[in-house]
């Protein structure tokens, strides 16, 4: 007969990083054999979780991005959703869905229902960013028969297909600015991570971040704590005054 104490001790036993899968495993399990007393046995329990550093860009990498822009080696349009997801964070989702009644140019917001999370934010439209989407609109974007604010480059003007769109439209600024996929991950997630790091420079609050990315818990937000290095740096306990000495 299964108990609660055999759950725990063959939980005991798994590496500490498949834990998260045997949990998550044992609950179908219970589920699917309606044991409701072993389900929550299992259902409170938190396995230990490794946070990793994000990487994000550097400020070189950024200058890169800035001077590509203003070459002119960028379409409007792409430089409009890099400068998107480096200035806001916004999920590839919701930038596809953007249309052109969520721009307040008289106020300077940016104002949407996020899909993930249901969550109305309203963003701040920086002058850099207005800019940018300003010049797609007047110099590029095509009659396209929609009122979405980012459509296709040849006809049908139908509006981005997916996330897969976004990838390839931030790995190709990448390319020509001359980043190189390294520790990178290419993408609206890369320029997500930055949004969210650049904040925690700046010193915005992790409840105000975690509201604008759309993070359900503060918990998912505390990882960019990482990506601040002189914050952390200052956390690190001075070596001096501690002794040398092997103790046997």
Not at 87 to 102: P, V
Not at 110 to 119: A, D, E, Y
Request: with cysteine; glycine share 6%; aromatic share 8%.
């Amino acid at each position: 007969m299964i108990t609660s104490d055999i759950i725990v001790d063959y939980i005991k036993t798994t590496k500490q990083n498949r834990q998260r899968a045997v949990i998550t495993g044992l609950k179908r399990y219970f589920t699917f054999i309606n044991r409701q007393d072993l389900f929550g046995i299992v259902d409170g329990m938190k396995a230990y979780r490794t946070k990793r550093i994000i990487p994000v860009l550097n400020d070189a990498e950024i200058q890169k991005i800035t001077d590509a822009i203003r070459s002119g080696a960028i379409s409007n349009r792409d430089a409009a959703i890099v400068l998107f997801g480096l200035t806001t964070g916004i999920r590839a989702i919701d930038l596809i869905n953007l249309r052109l009644s969520n721009i307040d140019w008289d106020n300077e917001t940016i104002s949407f229902k996020q899909l993930k999370t249901g969550n109305y934010v309203i963003l701040p439209l920086s002058v850099s960013l207005g800019n940018a989407i300003a010049k797609y609109l007047c110099k590029e974007r095509p009659d396209a028969g929609n009122d979405y604010l980012f459509v296709r480059t040849v006809a049908p003007f139908y509006p981005l297909a997916g996330h897969a769109s976004c990838y390839y439209i931030v790995k190709s600024v990448f390319k020509v600015s001359g980043i190189h996929n390294d520790a990178h991950i290419f993408g609206m997630h890369m320029l997500r991570h930055n949004a969210a790091s650049t904040m925690v420079k700046n010193e915005v609050p992790i409840s105000t971040i975690a509201a604008i990315l759309g993070h359900a818990s503060i918990d998912s937000t505390d990882v960019y704590i990482t990506t601040d290095e002189k914050k952390l740096r200052e956390c690190v306990l001075p070596m001096t005054g501690i002794s040398t000495e092997v103790f046997s």
